[in-house]
């Protein structure tokens, strides 16, 4: 089992440490950036030597490595990390024609650079990995913590996702045709009717243990598949819930990964209709944007909800009153081809 | 598998058991540093790749297509059937360090471009290696990939293991690769930690690595699922630790790798005296090579027989973890060790002397070393059955 102590958020929105989710912050040319926070706690030294998603990686994780010392490992999925640094070293190697280049931006430039410096940060001799599963590395990050603390329940580990925003993986996602042509606000961001999404980052951080005293949230399920056909999600999710749902229970609240791209809208009206009329549905990527480790915010989001039980309007897709929120699915998919099912509960 | 010495395991360990050393200067690759430091090249072109696989899907690159060429290897060696590979249950890890990167100038030109776009915009991270392998055979399964540097395709053998104790996949296609890239040359060139000779592992001379490329996949079921079919060894032992000393080198007490090759031997509940052999990470840096002496030194005291096959195909980064499994799975099915080539003398502050001639040895449990940047160590332990 996997239930969740402590998690924190460092993404476009104000949600690290003193939360604030019913202000939006607006996207600026379809790209919402993190607010960095002024990362007291590392030396300046360090600091500027560190690559961003690095930088927002560490931020997001010392509130929780400050005050816990027990950690047995770092567990981290990341699409991107190191995109910014992994250009930089790149156009040294054009613009200087393979000159004498320096080695700060390679080191840098390597997605396990984060756990990497958790590590060093912490001493930590620890289990240490890095799942780049594109938009599934987060996901793969989840299953490989549950699988960890199943076989040692008294275990605790930093389960993180970080990806950031360069102007690089920016521009090549946009080539693509993922971001949107016209310029979109949060209030209208789900009814452009056009294709693409806007941009988005973050850096979050769970503490996860097998033991269920104290904690926040119990992450009890996940299923990720690779498919465009909309019949097979449909299937496996029916499957999903069947398996991991407890008879008589039912999904109070889908957190949906729409992102106003009205190519991929099919797959969230597919889960959308298969779960019961009674339901409320959210969403937030008006909130985060789209990026490859997105679910990760649902998952921080899941939590608050469960804590607080309250959600901001404009996440509200479709609000049913009910008195309590238990059972949380989060649906989400990455470029209309990589899907993940997320089942959050709330531990009385 | 496919490497610098031999487009199949058949042609590598015939190459491994003739001491053929396959690092040359670079013939297909451009890069200013072609002809002034060696490498350990597959000399096919990505076209006859192409052709030869025949992959003709747009945006495929020459990581991808190296990954393909070991995967169809293992698939057809292992017979598995095409149900068995859309299964539900049949999971996918693999692990990629440069993935499309190998692509530099395109990289380059995408991502600094206003319009147009080549057709690799989505081939570029270390994720569209799998995907590509997922969608070609289209795999219905777990699909992973995996990037702890140079210790990438150890971890994805442990990960796909795992996945199989916990009930999350009935069998797993583990695996690595990498291509030879432009990024990844000039990254170690400005570590000063290429050598433009030979590389010489666990030689007090030894002046670096040389890079090389390939990719090498496995297959892992449960012992009770295999009755009937070829099996090779047990993946006996694992175990995964961070040095966290440095982000590019390795402490002098080398405790992440002690703390690997430990966790490894505690998993697999060996005394140390019963590992037969260890095929080393010894990628013949300065500092792997004394800071591995020394971790073996401090585990085993008396250290198992030991070489290094970076010698013969370069530091193939993200497929090295999962090529030296095969080797060392190599090592238990014909119970043979290959020598470590371009040796000289020890290390003078270890001691150590790795091994130099092939010979028979009667072998029962392999380790394999794989340690990276980021302090990433990891050691695997192979069992006979």
């Given at each position: ?116 410096q ?8 620890g ?30 580990y ?11 993986n ?5 080539l ?65 819930l ?20 009205n ?86 | ?18 001491g ?83 692509l ?8 600094n471009?206003?319009?147009g ?30 990037n ?54 666990f ?14 996949f496995?297959?892992?079921e449960?012992e ?103 080797y ?51 050691s ?6």
């Amino acid at each position: 089992m996997l239930y969740i102590h402590q998690s924190t958020c460092i993404s476009p929105q104000q949600t690290f440490l003193d939360v604030n989710i019913d202000v939006l912050h607006e996207p600026v040319e379809n790209k919402l950036k993190v607010i960095e926070p002024t990362y007291e706690d590392i030396p300046p030294g360090i600091l500027r030597r560190m690559a961003k998603a690095v930088r927002i990686g560490v931020g997001a994780a010392l509130p929780i490595i400050k005050n816990f010392s027990h950690i047995d490992g770092f567990i981290i999925g990341t699409s991107n990390a190191g995109m910014e640094d992994c250009i930089k070293f790149l156009n040294q190697i054009i613009q200087y024609e393979e000159g004498v280049l320096t080695p700060s931006n390679f080191v840098q430039s390597t997605p396990n650079a984060l756990a990497g410096q958790l590590g060093l940060l912490t001493k930590n001799k620890g289990y240490n990995i890095t799942h780049v599963h594109r938009g599934l590395a987060f996901e793969n990050a989840i299953v490989d913590a549950m699988m960890m603390l199943h076989d040692h329940p008294e275990n605790n580990y930093l389960l993180s996702a970080v990806d950031e925003t360069s102007a690089y993986n920016y521009n090549i996602d946009r080539l693509s045709g993922w971001y949107k042509k016209e310029v979109v606000t949060c209030e209208q961001f789900y009814q452009t009717n056009s294709t693409g999404s806007i941009s988005g980052e973050s850096a979050i951080a769970f503490l996860v243990s097998g033991e269920k005293v104290n904690a926040t949230a119990r992450l009890a399920a996940i299923h990720t598949l690779h498919t465009e056909e909309e019949m097979l999600i449909e299937k496996q999710l029916q499957y999903f819930l069947e398996k991991n749902l407890p008879a008589g229970e039912k999904i109070d609240l889908l957190i949906s990964g729409e992102n106003g791209d009205n190519r991929l809208l099919k797959y969230y009206t597919t889960v959308e209709n298969i779960l019961d009329d009674n339901i409320t549905i959210a969403r937030f990527k008006h909130m985060a944007g789209e990026y490859a480790t997105a679910s990760a915010f649902a998952v921080w989001l899941s939590c608050q909800i469960l804590q607080t039980q309250y959600i901001p309007l404009h996440m509200l897709k479709k609000s049913i009153p009910q008195s309590n929120t238990k059972n949380i699915l989060v649906y989400n998919n990455y470029k209309g081809s990589q899907h993940s099912f997320i089942l959050i509960t709330k531990e009385n | 598998m496919i490497s610098a010495i031999g487009n199949t395991v058949a042609e590598n360990r015939t190459a491994l058991q003739e001491g053929k050393c396959g690092i040359t200067s670079l013939s297909l690759l451009s890069s200013k540093y072609a002809g002034i430091m060696p490498f350990g090249e597959i000399k096919i072109t990505t076209e006859e790749l192409k052709k030869k696989l025949n992959a003709t899907e747009p945006g495929v690159t020459r990581t991808s297509l190296l990954a393909l060429h070991a995967f169809n290897e293992a698939i057809n060696d292992s017979k598995l059937s095409s149900e068995e590979i859309i299964s539900f249950d049949t999971a996918l890890i693999g692990a990629s360090t440069v993935g499309g990167m190998c692509l530099t100038d395109e990289l380059y030109n995408d991502a600094n471009k206003k319009d147009g776009g080549s057709e690799y915009l989505s081939s570029y991270d270390c994720a569209s290696v799998n995907i590509y392998l997922q969608e070609r055979y289209k795999m219905n399964g777990p699909v992973n990939t995996i990037n702890t540097a140079c210790s990438s395709s150890a971890n994805a053998i442990m990960y796909g293991s795992r996945l199989i104790k916990s009930g999350r996949a009935k069998r797993a296609i583990v695996g690595g690769v990498d291509s030879l890239a432009k990024f990844t040359i000039n990254g170690f060139n400005a570590l000063h930690i290429l050598s433009s000779d030979i590389c010489t592992p666990f030689d007090e001379q030894r002046k670096g690595l040389n890079l090389g490329e390939g990719a090498a996949f496995l297959i892992l079921e449960k012992e009770e699922d295999t009755i009937g079919k070829k099996i090779y060894a047990v993946v006996s032992g694992y175990c995964n630790s961070n040095d966290s000393f440095h982000p590019s080198s390795l402490s002098d007490e080398g405790d992440g790798p002690y703390l690997a090759m430990k966790g490894a031997l505690d998993m697999a509940n060996l005394r140390k005296d019963e590992i037969s052999f260890i095929n080393a990470h010894g990628t013949a840096t300065e500092n792997n090579d004394a800071v591995e002496s020394t971790a073996m030194l401090r585990l085993f005291g008396k250290v198992p027989a030991f070489a290094s096959t970076k010698s013969n195909i370069g530091h193939t980064l993200a497929a090295a973890g999962a090529i030296e499994a095969v080797y060392s799975i190599l090592n238990l099915t014909h119970q043979e060790v290959y020598p470590s080539l371009h040796y000289n003398r020890p290390i003078t502050k270890t001691g150590l002397v790795p091994v130099q001639t092939y010979q028979k040895m009667p072998l029962q449990h392999v380790m394999s070393n794989s340690f990276g940047f980021a302090g990433n160590c990891s050691s695997l332990i192979f069992s006979t059955i």
